[in-house]
Nanobody, 120 residues
Framework: QLQASGGGLVQPGGSLRLSCVGSGRIVTSYPLGWFRQASGKERELVAAITWGSGHIYYADSVKGRFDISRDDSKNTMYLQMNSLKPEDTAVYYC???????????????WGQGTQVTVSS
């Protein structure tokens, strides 16, 4: 499993940086993705990145505001979130991708997510 962290409460227009850490083989061998699930809504893919950062996908709703990256030497993936909006409020999860760029999760279970709340 991969574990997300770094969430919190931020005002509209603010920034947060999420981190995702997992076991070495999972993190370094597969594309990785960030998902989010708002209350009462289905989980959705936010961004995905291939091994070696060769290709990146962003959902239209975050394009130009979010930046996904990975550091395979640290078994870590990041999501830099800028210009945050109230509609970005959700629990954010990370996952290894069985497919790309749609990132169907490789594993059947989800790791711990991190809550992001954008509110004044």
């Amino acid at each position: 499993q991969l574990q997300a962290s770094g969430g919190g409460l931020v005002q509209p227009g603010g920034s947060l940086r999420l981190s995702c850490v997992g076991s070495g083989r999972i993190v370094t061998s597969y594309p990785l993705g960030w998902f989010r699930q708002a209350s009462g809504k289905e989980r959705e893919l936010v961004a995905a990145i291939t091994w070696g950062s060769g290709h990146i996908y962003y959902a239209d709703s975050v394009k130009g505001r979010f930046d996904i990256s990975r550091d395979d030497s640290k078994n870590t993936m990041y999501l830099q979130m800028n210009s945050l909006k109230p509609e970005d409020t959700a629990v954010y999860y990370c996952a290894a991708c069985g497919t790309y760029p749609d990132c169907r999760p490789l594993l059947a279970t989800w790791g711990q997510g991190t809550q992001v709340t954008v509110s004044s």
